[in-house]
């Protein structure tokens, strides 16, 4: 538990009204503010759903799932918190309704409890306390911003509130509230409405917390007439009422949560000093270049969840990163996979300067993946497969060049003649689902005189991972011989990790998820020089 010496500060951020406001967001442009005047931040975010990680829930419920360096499987705003902070996150980052639970099961079943009637309080709340806490043990950081996921007022937050209430009497002013909510506009009445905010607010304070600071998302300015009715009703200060106004790029939400002085609000409450002003100099450089491109290309990006950007947010930010620091506005065509046929394929593809082949599970969708990644092979458009792309690529050239045409992944044809791609040997006993893939960061050797050691510059490296399926070394000889090459490999395993075409401007498949570490400091290398081929493939 906390002690008097503990100086970390804890700032909780909930959010009220709707859903999908963007507490990740402004967690993040808090902690950039916060990291910009030189504190140590870290963001976690707490979940209210009893799944125990996001590993099994299918993209169209939750958005991609994004895996950390430790190989946890967690909540896609956790990639928004590396790509803000430029800073790794860990297993401690996201925690769930169902590890909560699991843990507080686990120590009932050892006794730990003593025999004690194992109670949502304070059993529940004190497990969700103590995960809250473990950042900030031994000082490491300044700050630990938590998120609390869902709307104040449904059933599954009420633990996380209750904790916090317990927190906020414990630790004083060690502790802040931001609440978001929503102030709507409504056309017909030509006004901004702030009773949805009270109503918010109001629910807070029933179950016995009062906001320090309300960030407000609107689509219209607030007026100083506005700021002073929520600031009435909620019981805060009109400097606390803070606009979040609607914005074409996440990345502009730091500077104008900057203007709004949401960090200053935040330091003074906390009795901290306000002198230091925060340094953006290069994330002002980075929105200079966003907002101003000098050529514009277009991407296609093949995959089966296309309705849904979420499920390939890390991938569509890691174009952008990319795209910016070559001076370009990367607009992305959505491709669907399950709607490509040997008939619209080539008004499908037609001219895109680049296709990025997505990663993902099961066999719907993978012909469309396989005949986009002919086309770029055969019309020599750029081409970069990631995870389940890459092996797509593997099984379009050992159909159509190694003259195999039964090839496939065992995966999609557990009887196919030719398995390209076969499971992992310590992964065909295995049943159950949730983090039992190849998870979290493993290291690659590549190899020299190919584009991937001239693009990364170096000869070891380590990426995430994400999967069960691997590339049949069998096989490797054959495309070899063809030139595929297999250009990085896993040194512990002597597993296929990258692989590139010869004879080819760019075609380069990777087993990892580079897009989970690219950051706007840190643009990821790979992203960084598809797009430059893809540029110069467009002006060709």
């Known amino acids: 538990m906390v002690t008097p010496k503990d100086t970390t500060k804890y700032i909780f951020v909930t959010g009220g009204v709707t859903s999908s406001l963007g507490k990740g967001i402004i967690s993040a442009s808090l902690a ?26 299918n993209p169209y419920e939750h958005g991609e799932c994004y895996v950390t360096e430790d190989g946890a499987e967690t909540d896609l705003d956790l990639g928004h918190y590396e790509r803000f902070l430029n800073t790794p996150t860990s297993q401690a980052n996201n925690v769930t309704t169902g590890r909560i639970y699991q843990s507080v099961i686990e120590k009932e079943r050892r006794g730990d409890y003593l025999g004690e009637t ?18 900030g043990e031994n000082n490491q950081y ?5 998120e609390i996921g869902g709307t104040v007022g449904d059933i599954e937050s ?17 502790s802040l509230v931001i609440h978001l909510t929503l102030v709507p506009y409504l056309s017909a009445a030509k006004e901004l409405k702030t009773k949805p905010t009270q109503h918010s607010v109001k629910t807070m304070l029933e179950y016995g917390v009062q906001p320090d600071i309300l960030v407000c998302r609107t689509e219209r300015p607030l007026n100083e007439n506005i700021r002073k009715k929520i600031a009435l009703f909620c019981n805060v200060d009109v400097t606390s009422v803070i606009e979040s106004i609607d914005t074409n790029s996440i990345y502009k939400v730091p500077v104008l949560m900057r203007e709004e002085k949401l960090d200053k609000v935040a330091l003074k409450k906390l009795n901290l000093p306000v002198s230091t002003p925060p340094v953006l100099e290069n994330w002002q450089s980075f929105l200079n270049k966003l907002e101003n491109p000098k050529k514009i290309v277009e991407i296609g990006l093949v995959g089966k969840y296309v309705e849904l950007m979420d499920a390939y947010k890390s991938i569509i930010e890691s174009l952008i990163h990319a795209g910016t620091t ?6 992305i065509k959505m491709i669907h996979s399950e709607h490509i ?25 993978i012909e469309g993946k396989i005949l986009a990644i002919n086309f770029a092979r055969e019309n020599r458009i750029p081409f970069f497969g990631i995870c389940l792309g890459m092996q797509c690529a593997m099984i379009e050239f050992a159909r159509n060049v190694l003259n195999l045409p039964e090839a496939h992944s065992t995966e999609m044809d557990p009887a196919t003649p030719d398995p390209i791609i076969d499971i992992m040997e310590e992964q065909k006993k295995i049943t159950i689902k949730g983090g039992t893939m190849r998870l979290g960061a493993y290291p690659c050797t ?15 490296i380590t990426e995430r991972h994400r999967h069960r399926y691997e ?18 490999i896993n040194p512990q395993a002597n597993l296929v990790e990258i692989i590139e075409l010869e004879d080819h401007p760019w075609f380069l498949g990777v087993q990892f998820h580079p897009e989970y570490k690219s950051t706007v400091a840190s643009p990821h290398p790979l992203f960084v020089d598809f797009i430059k081929e893809c540029i110069s493939h467009s002006e060709k």
Do not use: S
């Open 326 to 331: 070559n001076e370009c506005q990367v607009k």
């Open 32 to 57: 950039k503010l916060l990291q910009a005047r030189g504190y140590r931040v870290t963001i976690q975010k707490l979940d209210p759903y009893i799944n125990i990680d996001p590993g099994t829930l």
């Open 118 to 135: 194992v109670q949502v309080i304070p059993h529940i709340t004190d497990e969700i306390k103590h995960c809250i806490q473990l950042l």
């Open 471 to 488: 590339v049949n070394n069998e096989y490797l000889e054959a495309f070899e011989k063809h030139g595929l090459k297999a250009t990085g």
């Open 158 to 174: 009420l633990p996380y509130i209750e904790a916090i209430r317990q927190l906020r009497w414990e630790m004083g002013r060690r």
């Open 446 to 460: 590549i190899k020299d005189n190919t584009k991937t050691r001239k693009i990364y510059n170096k000869t070891d």
């Open 142 to 146: 300044d700050f630990v911003i938590t």
């Open 341 to 365: 046929t040997q008939e619209n394929l080539e008004n499908t593809m037609k001219g895109l300067a680049g296709a990025l082949v997505a990663p993902g599970f099961g066999d719907r969708g």
